[in-house]
C-alpha cells in the first residue's frame, strides 16, 4: 500500500531527529544543564541578531515591524523598479556616444541630424576640443549636445598608418558611463557618418536582457578589412551597442586594453580587444552597415537580409543611394519610406509572374527589379555586385555572396525607385516606384524587355509590418501582383503579404 510505505518513510526520517532530541547519554559526553543553557541562551540571541541584522540590511525587516505603513511603501518600492527593470526598452533606456571632432562636426552634422530627436534622444557628440570659438555661431538646437573629450596623450598609440583620436574615440563609452546617467541599458557608439534608424534599433536591443552582458554589432562587408581588423569586434561606423553590466567591466580595464592593444589601429579595435579580455563576443545583427565598400551600395540594399534595417554608414564615400540625387537627399527619401513603416524598410520580397514568365523583385520603400524572364529565388535573394572591396577596390571577397551585375542590358534587371509613400488606412501603406530615368541610355532591343520597358512604375500594398516579427522565426514575406491592374498607365500594383503555406518562389 502506498500509503503506509509512505508513513514508514516518514517515520525513517524523524527517527534520527528524535534521537538528537533525546539527552545525550553519560557514556558519550557530560556536560552541566546550566552550561547548556547558557550555550542555548547565547544561540539564540545570536541567531536573533543575526536575522535581524541581515534583514535589516536586506528586506528593512526592523522598520517593518515598527511601521508597518513603512514596510508597505517599501515593498511598493521594491516592486515598482522590478517591473520598471522588467517594462520593454525603449529610446529613453539608450545613452548614444557620438565620436566627433570640432573641425568636422559641421561638414559631418547633416547625417546626425536627419535622425537625432533633440527630446527624445539622450547622448552626446563627444569632440576633441570646444567648438570654434568666436567665429561660429552657437552649438546646433538640431545637433546632440556636446562634451569634450577628456586629453589622452598619456596614452600610447603606435600603428603608424592609423589617427590618434582613436584612443580618445574609445575611450567615448568610459566617459559617458561615469556621467553616471540614470536609466541606462545600453551604450550605443557610433561615427559622426552614422545614420542610425533607432525604432529598429529600439527593437533589436528589445530582443536581449539589458541585466545581462552583450555587445551587438556586426562586421565589415569587406573580408580584407575583417582580416586586418578583426571578425570578432562590432565596427564602429556601423555602430555598436554594450549592455549597461558590460559596459560597468568594460571601463574598469578600457585604459589598460588601450594602452596593450596601441598598435591596433582603430578605435573599435581597442574596444573589440578588450570584451576578448571579459570574454564577452560579438552578438551579429545583420541590420547594422558598417557600408566598407566602393562604388553603389545599390544591390547590397537591394536584397537585404531579413532583419531590421538598424543603421547605414560611409554614405559620403559611395554613391547616392538615388541616382540624379544628393546624397543627403537621398537618405531623407528613404528615412521618409522608413518612418510610414520602420520595421518594413529594405525588406525584400519577390514572385513569379507566369503569365508574362516576369520576376519581380521589391526592396520596400527602396527599389523594384523587374526581370522580363524568371530568375531563380536563390539569385533573387543574393546582391547584385554593384560595388568593390573596400580598401583595395577589388571584386571580392565579401563576407556574403554577391552575383555579377551584367553591362549586357540584356541580362539587367529594370530598375525602379522609391519616388512616394501614402498611408492607405487600416494600418496599410501604399508606396510607389518609378522607372530610373537615368538607365533609358543603353536598352536591351530584345522582345521581352521591350515588354518590361512599358512598365512606368510599381505602387505597391503593404500592411505596416508588426515588429514582434522579428522575435519570431524569420521568413521572407511574399508578394503578387494585384488582380485586375494589369497595366494601368503602365503602373502595376503589387500586393505584400506574409506567405501562405506551400508557398515558395518555384519555377514551374
Ligand atoms: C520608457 O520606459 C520607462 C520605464 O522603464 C518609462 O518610464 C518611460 O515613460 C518610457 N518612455 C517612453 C518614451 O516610452
Ligand atoms: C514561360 O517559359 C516557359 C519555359 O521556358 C515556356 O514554356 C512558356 O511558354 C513561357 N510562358 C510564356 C507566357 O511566355
Ligand atoms: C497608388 O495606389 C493608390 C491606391 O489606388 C493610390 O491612392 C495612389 O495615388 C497610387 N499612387 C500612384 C503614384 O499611382
Known amino acids: 500500500m502506498p500509503r503506509s510505505s509512505e508513513m514508514c518513510y516518514i517515520q525513517d526520517l524523524l527517527k534520527p531527529c528524535k534521537n538528537l532530541i533525546s539527552p545525550p547519554s553519560k557514556s558519550c559526553f557530560m556536560i552541566s544543564p546550566n552550561f547548556m543553557k547558557g550555550i542555548l541562551a547565547i544561540c539564540i540571541f545570536s541567531a ?20 508597518p505603513e513603512c514596510t508597505r511603501t517599501f515593498r511598493l518600492q521594491v516592486s515598482s523598479r522590478e517591473t520598471i527593470n522588467q517594462q520593454s526598452t525603449n529610446i529613453s533606456h539608450i545613452l548614444f556616444g557620438i565620436g566627433g571632432s570640432a573641425e568636422t562636426w559641421s561638414k559631418r552634422r547633416g547625417y546626425c541630424e536627419l535622425w537625432w530627436r533633440p527630446k527624445t534622444h539622450r547622448g552626446f557628440v563627444w569632440l576633441d576640443q570646444e567648438p570654434g570659438e568666436g567665429a561660429e555661431p552657437p ?3 538640431t545637433s546632440p549636445p556636446y562634451r569634450v573629450s ?17 584612443v580618445r574615440i574609445a ?12 536609466n541606462v541599458r545600453w551604450f550605443v557608439m557610433g561615427d559622426d557618418d552614422t545614420v542610425f534608424f533607432t525604432e529598429n534599433l529600439v527593437k533589436v536591443l528589445s530582443k536581449y536582457d539589458h541585466n545581462q552582458m552583450y555587445y551587438i554589432g556586426g562586421n565589415s562587408e569587406s573580408v580584407e578589412q575583417d582580416l586586418t581588423h578583426s571578425y570578432t569586434m562590432g565596427y564602429g561606423g556601423g555602430g555598436f551597442a554594450i549592455s549597461y553590466p558590460l559596459a560597468a567591466e568594460l571601463v574598469r580595464i578600457l585604459d589598460g586594453c588601450i594602452d596593450r592593444y596601441a598598435d591596433f589601429y582603430g578605435s573599435d579595435q581597442k574596444i573589440g580587444a578588450c570584451m576578448s579580455e571579459i570574454g564577452v563576443p560579438l552578438t551579429k545583427e545583420l541590420g547594422f552597415h558598417q557600408i566598407d565598400i566602393q562604388g553603389s551600395p545599390y544591390g547590397l540594399l537591394s536584397a537585404h537580409p531579413l532583419a531590421p534595417l538598424v543603421s547605414l554608414h560611409h554614405l559620403d564615400y559611395v554613391q547616392p543611394l538615388f541616382p540624379g ?9 528613404l528615412v521618409k519610406a522608413y518612418k510610414s513603416d ?8 519577390f514572385y513569379h509572374d507566369l503569365s508574362r514568365n516576369w520576376s519581380v523583385s521589391v526592396s520596400w520603400g527602396y527599389t523594384v527589379q523587374l526581370y522580363p524572364f524568371l530568375v531563380t529565388g536563390k539569385d533573387l535573394s543574393t546582391p547584385l555586385q554593384t560595388f568593390l572591396t573596400w580598401r583595395s577596390w577589388s571584386q571580392e571577397p565579401f563576407t556574403f555572396n554577391t552575383r555579377v551585375m551584367s553591362l549586357d542590358p540584356c541580362e539587367r534587371p529594370v530598375i525602379f525607385y522609391f519616388d512616394g509613400v501614402k498611408d492607405a488606412g487600416k494600418g496599410k501603406t501604399w508606396t510607389w516606384y518609378k522607372r530610373n530615368p537615368y ?3 543603353r536598352r536591351c532591343e530584345r522582345e521581352d524587355y521591350a515588354a518590361a520597358y512599358l512598365v ?9 509590418l508588426d515588429p514582434q516579427l522579428w522575435n519570431k522565426a524569420p521568413r521572407r514575406q511574399c508578394c503578387e501582383v494585384m488582380n485586375g491592374s494589369d497595366d494601368v498607365d503602365g503602373v502595376l500594383k503589387i500586393r505584400i503579404r506574409s506567405c501562405n503555406h506551400w508557398e515558395s518562389v518555384t519555377p514551374p
Open 456 to 464: 512606368k512604375g510599381f505602387n505597391v500594398s503593404a500592411a505596416v
Open 325 to 333: 540625387r544628393s546624397r543627403i537627399d537621398s537618405v531623407k527619401r
Open 48 to 67: 536573533l541578531f543575526l536575522v535581524c541584522f541581515s534583514a535589516y540590511n536586506f528586506h528593512g525587516l526592523i522598520s517593518r515591524t515598527s511601521c
Open 171 to 182: 575611450r567615448i563609452v568610459k566617459e559617458s558611463f561615469e556621467l553616471g546617467l540614470k
Open 150 to 166: 577628456a586629453d589622452t596623450s598619456r596614452f600610447k598609440y603606435t600603428c603608424w598608418y592609423g589617427s590618434r583620436s582613436a
Open 342 to 349: 520602420p520595421a518594413r524598410a529594405l525588406q525584400h520580397s
Open 439 to 441: 538607365m533609358r541610355r
Open 139 to 141: 552649438w546646433p538646437k
